[in-house]
């Protein structure tokens, strides 16, 4: 005689980090999984305690722009230029032409040096070794640049409410011209040693995928966005710098999966390049500081400023009562806001997607745990 029984089942819990290498950072995520699918994730976030935000009432204007080196620490150029930004947009400065064009260039090898970050990484996920290799070998050679121009490999200290510390080095064309071949080779060899390649497109392809409404909605920003094929990009939206000079393409992608999150960086790497040549061509010399006082007081009053970040939009909201420290500093972080987007992502994927689908997000914990 048959027996019929009822079976229940039961979601498991799975941890995943704060010490777990494929996380990035000290972040931790909860996964509920149903045999080799993930029913839900629940991200945990706060490990790192940085405290930027309360820091920054504390210190002068000049010394904030450190604290901002440290948010997004791959990018610590473009963390610089929004606070300075947000200061020069409350003062009503005008910061000399050849200090926008030094700007806008540091800001565009910064984005490279962190697109190579993330392809490395990125690849590693996938279970590549080779691609780190080439993305290291060539960050380093834009790192070095840095350091000759600021005087700090990272956590630079460069930019300045006004303009910049210090002209460029007298070597400086000479560095770039020994630079820019080598990172176009780099981005050429990344697109094929990846980009369409078998094993990656299998594992990348129609995973984690969000469509652009989706993204706008949960505030999704930079290249995780326009993976969606939503057009936004702020250096065209609401141009800052000199970038409405320039010529420019905004890549695009039209799915919104973890194939088109690394397309999208890969293109934006070229586009950078571009960038970089036509502000060697313009730049000319002048001065690279505003005549300002060393120590700035900005009239009492609040001003929001962002810019384009290779994570996507940085906002600053800055209060100011007069004084040489701000009231307040409210940062609105683009990989806090793009992993608002983790759940609907990992919803149905497999377990062993789920450390693609993180990668591919591109977080950096600095900004999440500001």
Not at 31 to 59: A, N, S
Not at 292 to 313: C, L, T
């Amino acid at each position: 005689m048959a027996i019929n029984r009822q079976l229940d089942t039961l979601d498991m819990m799975l941890n995943m980090g704060p010490q777990h290498p494929a996380t990035h950072g000290v972040f931790r995520m909860v996964l509920w999984i149903d045999g080799e699918r993930i029913v839900d994730v629940e991200p945990h976030i706060g490990y790192l305690h940085l405290g930027t935000e309360k820091l920054c009432e504390g210190e002068q204007y000049s010394q904030i722009i450190t604290l901002f080196d440290r948010l997004d620490y791959v990018a610590n150029f473009n963390n610089e230029l929004v606070i300075c930004a947000a200061a020069e947009k409350l003062m009503g400065l005008e910061v000399p032409e050849r200090a926008l064009y030094i700007r806008t260039i540091l800001c565009e090898l910064n984005r490279i040096a962190s697109h190579m970050l993330f392809y490395g990484t990125f690849a590693l996920d996938a279970g590549a070794m080779t691609p780190v290799l080439y993305a290291f070998k060539e960050r380093e050679r834009i790192q070095s640049l840095f350091e000759a121009v600021s005087g700090a490999r990272m956590m630079h200290n460069y930019f300045r409410i006004g303009g910049v510390k210090q002209d460029l080095p007298e070597d400086f064309y000479d560095r770039m011209g020994r630079l820019l071949d080598p990172v176009k080779r780099t981005i050429e060899e990344a697109d094929d040693l990846v980009t369409f390649n078998e094993i990656f497109l299998a594992r990348t392809r129609d995973v984690g995928a969000i469509d652009g409404k989706t993204a706008l909605g949960l505030g999704l920003t930079g290249p995780n966005l326009r993976a969606t094929g939503v057009d936004y990009d702020l250096r065209k939206a609401e141009p800052y710098l000199l970038y409405d000079r320039l010529d420019f393409s905004v890549p695009l992608g039209d799915r919104g999966d973890c194939w088109d999150r690394f397309w999208v960086r890969i293109r934006e790497m070229e586009e950078s390049v571009r960038l970089v040549e036509q502000c060697l061509q313009q730049m000319q010399p002048g001065p690279v500081m505003a005549p300002i006082r060393r120590i700035s007081r900005p009239p009492k009053g609040e001003v929001f400023a962002h810019a384009e970040n290779p994570r996507g939009d940085l906002g600053v909201y800055l209060v100011s009562s007069g004084a040489d420290r701000p009231y307040r500093v409210k940062i609105r972080p683009p990989s806090f806001c793009n992993l608002m987007s983790l759940k609907h992502m990992m919803r149905n994927a497999y377990v062993a997607d789920a450390v693609l689908i993180l990668g591919s997000i591109d977080i950096v914990l600095g900004e999440v745990d500001r």
